[in-house]
């Protein structure tokens, strides 16, 4: 039996892929580019125009042709897609989906910390608010850091606002000085050494796979350290058979998806981002039928100031 829905007349959608059907059908209809982040569910990237990391979603929404862009991942990424491109309609799948890292410094203590370091280039990590990025001199990604902090003409770096990003970077880059400031992801930080072992005593065959938004105590452990993308890439190019993703459980899915040959398994059930898991499919397809979501504004003056770093990051990015 179908029932008509009293607030929006859509009737009852039974099966998953009839929802993936109208927001597909839709999404042509009204001009809409879905953007997905890679720890989004199997679900929702199935109808996505593109999912990748953090990296590849600023680059992304720099080109894509539509006049809506519909961001399915946290806060941060939907302003960047706007403060790319000003023209567009940006929309927030889930208003509720933030990331508490990009919520941790003020601008106040950035320019503090410069005045007290003169000479030092600000190098935010995206996961930072349009208003912190105004007071930085260029963002990087998990995917971007180590190549654009090589790359920059400075040896003097102060890197906001993840420590652990921040000291698997100092790492790669020994010449250069690194002023890191106490700040990270609460659900990478969670992951001990003591997980790690626990996991590598279960699976002694798999290679161990993490994010460098992990502590250093658990990135040292690891075969393989990258963004989420990175992760995926390696996994499935790789000749190994199991694996453990130090990452948020959302990329398991997809490499279990990917590589049904090959064995995944999560570092930790606790590895979960309550942020990223708050959108679901169905706001998905209330932001594309425009009853839903959340549209980005952006002050002209924020915007202009926010987005030098963002677009310096993809000039050094490549
Ligand atoms: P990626 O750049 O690897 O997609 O990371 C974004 C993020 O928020 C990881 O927690
Ligand atoms: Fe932010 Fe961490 Fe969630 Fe990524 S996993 S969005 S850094 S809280």
Redesign the pocket.
């Known amino acids: 039996m179908n029932t008509d829905c009293r607030t929006c007349g859509l009737t009852e959608l039974k099966m998953l892929k009839d929802l993936q059907q109208e927001i597909l059908r839709l999404k042509k209809e009204r001009d809409v580019c879905i953007l997905a ?3 989004m569910s199997e679900d929702i990237c199935e109808v996505a125009d593109f999912t990748g ?3 590849a979603l600023s680059v992304k929404a720099k080109t894509a042709p539509q006049s809506t862009v519909v961001m399915c991942g ?1 806060r941060f990424m939907a302003e960047t897609v706007k403060m790319l491109s000003p023209q567009k309609k940006v929309i927030l799948a889930n208003p509720d989906a933030g ?1 508490p890292m990009a919520e941790q410094m003020d601008k106040e203590l950035i320019l503090q910390l410069k005045e007290s370091l003169p000479g030092y280039t600000v190098v935010a990590y995206v ?1 930072t608010t349009a208003e912190l990025k105004t007071a930085c001199d260029v963002c990087v ?3 971007s850091a180590v190549k654009i902090c090589k790359a920059l003409p400075t040896d003097k770096i102060i890197f906001i606002p993840d420590i652990n990003l921040g000291t698997y970077v100092k790492k790669q880059i020994p010449e250069k000085d690194f002023q890191l400031v106490s700040g990270g ?1 609460p ?2 930080a969670r992951m001990t050494k003591e997980d790690v072992l626990k996991a590598k005593a279960a699976h002694p065959n798999a290679l161990f796979l993490v ?1 460098p ?1 992990c502590r250093p105590q658990v990135t040292e452990l690891a075969d393989y350290v990258g ?3 990175g992760i995926m890439d390696f996994a499935e190019k790789s000749d190994a058979k199991e694996f453990i993703i130090g ?2 459980n959302a990329i398991v899915e997809h490499l279990q998806y990917r590589c049904p040959g090959k064995k995944f398994y999560p570092l930790s059930k606790d590895l979960v ?1 309550h942020n990223m898991k708050i959108t679901t499919l169905m706001d998905v397809y209330n932001a594309v039928s425009g009853e839903g979501g959340e549209e980005m504004v952006m002050d002209e003056k924020t915007r202009l100031a926010a987005v030098k770093c963002i677009e310096k990051m993809i000039e050094y990015g490549g």
Do not use: L
């Open positions: 982040h890679s720890y990391d953090s990296y946290v990331c996961n990604t998990s995917s992801c659900t990478h994010h938004e963004s989420t993308t990452t948020e981002c």
